[in-house]
Antibody, heavy 123, light 108 residues
Framework: QVQLQESGPGLVKPSQTLSLTCTVS??????????WNWIRQHPGKGLEWIGH???????YYNPSLKSRVTISVDTSKNQFSLKLSSVTAADTAVYYC???????????????WGQGTLVTVSS | EIVMTQSPATLSVSPGERATLSCRAS??????LAWYQQKPGQAPRLLIY???TRATGIPARFSGSGSGTEFTLTISSLQSEDFAVYYC??????????FGQGTKLEIK
């Protein structure tokens, strides 16, 4: 079973760029069965999909965040990454990386999740 | 964007009883729906996909039903470990993939 682990700073200053990395173990990020996702959860709130990437394809983003998000993949390190620019306090959340099973173009359900990492935006 | 609406927001049920959680989509998602369980301080865990298929290792007391715009998650006999927040998620139309706002299942 694929395991995922987020890493990155827990505190980011307003207007700066949030950067997180997800390391995949127990399987290859080059697996054709998966998309690789970032999902966030504001404190005490529900889940918001940020975007995903296929190992050999273009990323897709939530239109509400598209102008500020970049997701990339490093197959040599079995990792994928999130960058969110121009952050504000509204970006304070727990950020999860997750694998998303895909039997056809586009992903389906999120079957494996990292433990999540809290990122606080504050000066 | 497809809006997923869950009801009720909070459900109080006694251990051993049946719990029924609802999820409604703003337009048809066919059977492209998943359910997740989230406990405090933990990541969500996949329970059900394709509206009614249990994920690996999920007990048989969890069942899903529905298609189109109306879906139900049923927990047949609540165990203490089942008290948590439950989310539905559609993957029929994207981007974005969207989740419901969650139903908190609490002990009565």
């Amino acid at each position: 079973q694929v395991q995922l682990q987020e890493s990155g700073p827990g505190l980011v200053k307003p207007s700066q760029t949030l950067s997180l990395t997800c390391t995949v173990s127990g399987g290859s990020i080059r697996s054709g069965d998966y998309y690789w996702n970032w999902i966030r959860q504001h404190p005490g709130k529900g889940l918001e999909w940020i975007g995903h990437i296929y190992y050999s394809g273009s990323p897709y983003y939530n239109p509400s965040l598209k102008s500020r998000v970049t997701i990339s993949v490093d197959t040599s390190k079995n990792q994928f990454s999130l960058k969110l620019s121009s952050v504000t306090a509204a970006d304070t959340a727990v950020y999860y990386c997750a694998s998303q099973y895909s039997s056809s173009p586009g992903g389906e359900y999120f079957d494996n999740w990292g433990q999540g990492t809290l990122v606080t935006v504050s000066s | 964007e497809i809006v997923m609406t869950q009801s009720p927001a909070t459900l109080s049920v006694s251990p051993g009883e049946r719990a029924t959680l609802s999820c409604r989509a703003s337009q048809s998602v066919r059977s492209n729906l998943a359910w997740y369980q989230q406990k405090p301080g933990q990541a969500p865990r996949l329970l059900i996909y394709d509206a009614s298929t249990r994920a690996t290792g999920i007990p048989a007391r969890f069942s899903g039903s529905g298609s189109g715009t109306e879906f139900t998650l049923t927990i047949s006999s609540l165990q203490s470990e089942d008290f948590a927040v439950y989310y539905c998620q559609q993957y029929n139309t994207w981007p974005p993939y969207t989740f419901g706002q969650g139903t908190k299942l609490e002990i009565k």
